[in-house]
Each structure stands twice: as C-alpha cells, then as structure tokens.
C-alpha cells in the first residue's frame, strides 16, 4: 500500500532563517506531488505541483521554492523566512489509476517567530 | 482568485439530522470533484468524490451531488453523528491542468449529541 511521510510535525523558527520541509512517498512511482499551505481561517492554498523530477510548477508567487531530488520526493524550502510564512504545510501525492484522489501527509505546523 | 468556494464557514446540525454541506465553483473545465476531511492538526482525508458526467454518487451516509450548469456541488450527511464533527473541504481538478487539486476554505462542522 502507498504511505506518504512528512515531517517535522511542528517548527518554530526565527525570522530570517532558511526552512527545509521534507516529503517522501512510499509504494507507488512517478506521483505527481503537491505542496499545499493552510493559512489560519483559510482553506488550503496550492503552493507547488510537480509532476517529475526536476518538473515543478509554481501556483503563487512567494518566499518558498521546492524541489524533487528523487521520483518520491518532494521538498520545500526558503532562504530567509517571513512572519508571513507561518502556517500548516501539506504534502500531497496523487497518481490517475487511483481515480485522481490526492492523498495527504499528516501536515507541518511552521510558526516564524 | 479562487475558483472553489465554500461560503458557509460553519454549521451546526443536531446528531440524527442531515448536514449539508455545499460548494461552488468557477471554471467549467474542473471534471472532477471531491470532498476531503479535515481534523486539527492533521491532514485531510478523502471522503467522497464525482466524475462530472454523473450528479450524484453514494457512498454509505455520505451522498454527494453535482449541478453542471449552476456550478455548485453539495454533500449530504445523512444521519449526523457526533463523530462527523470536522473541517470539510471541497475540492476540483481537471484533466485539462495535469490534476491539480483545488480547494475550497472548508465548512466547520459541528454536530450536537
């Protein structure tokens, strides 16, 4: 069966500090992987969809970039955080023979302090 | 811009009543329609989804339902039960854009013993 990993569960970071989010995928090849951002009272926010390696596109533009090293992996980052970055981080990962469900990691709740 | 709207951020809805939940959209390219849900501090979950050639699918007490020309999808929790108590989010892709997922902001729903 697929499982997705994500992790830190929580970071609190300073303003000005660079952020490295990391998402895996297990039991399946080549998903297409998704970042998405819960800001507090709102809905979720597409931030970056990728569907390969190397092939990401960028939904808005921001302060964060991602990249996709490996086929299951998927990864967020900044240089510099803004306060305005703070809020939940979702990784994603959906596959067409699984009837376009994305399915979702347990979330990274990011605090910049 | 969102193209997926939930415009009732809440509802409250006694145990053994229907809950509805509904949703609209903007682009009449998404041919494909889900619903997640949400619990704190975790990711969501798929619950139930419509391809846009059917308006209604079923799945146990969760009914979901799709109006092509008014744009708007429902779903349906029928008997509500305190368990259901959640954020749901309504979401859409199209083959058209590569399956990405949009989502709308969520409807919290409580449901009262």
């Known amino acids: 069966s697929q499982t997705i990993h994500q992790w830190p569960a929580t970071l609190v970071q300073p303003v000005g500090s660079p952020l490295s989010l990391e998402c895996t995928v297990e039991g399946t090849s080549n998903p297409n992987l998704y970042w998405y951002r819960q800001a507090a009272g709102r809905g979720l926010q597409l931030l970056f969809y990728?569907?390969?390696?190397?092939?990401i596109s960028s939904e808005v533009p921001q302060n964060l970039s991602a990249s996709r090293p490996q086929d299951r992996q998927f990864i967020l980052s900044s240089k510099k955080l803004l306060l305005s970055d703070s809020g939940f981080y979702l990784c994603?990962?959906?596959?067409?023979?699984?009837?376009?469900?994305?399915?979702f990691g347990q979330g990274t709740r990011l605090t910049v302090v | 811009d969102q193209q997926v709207k939930q415009n009732s951020p809440s509802l409250s809805v006694q145990e053994g009543r229907i809950s509805i939940l509904n949703c609209d959209y903007t682009?009449?390219?998404?041919?494909?329609f889900l619903w997640y849900k949400k619990y704190p501090a975790e990711g969501p979950t798929f619950l139930i989804s419509i391809s846009s050639i059917k308006d209604k699918n079923e799945d146990g007490r969760f009914t979901v339902f799709l109006n092509k020309s008014a744009k708007h999808l429902s779903l349906h929790i029928v008997p509500s039960q305190p368990g259901d108590s959640a954020v749901y989010f309504c979401a859409a892709s199209g083959t058209y854009n590569f399956n990405k997922f949009y989502f709308g902001s969520g409807t919290k729903l409580n449901v009262k013993p």
């Open positions: 990728s569907i390969g390696i190397d092939q």
């Open positions: 682009n009449s390219m998404f041919d494909y």
């Open positions: 994603a990962w959906s596959a067409l023979r699984m009837k376009k469900k994305a399915f």
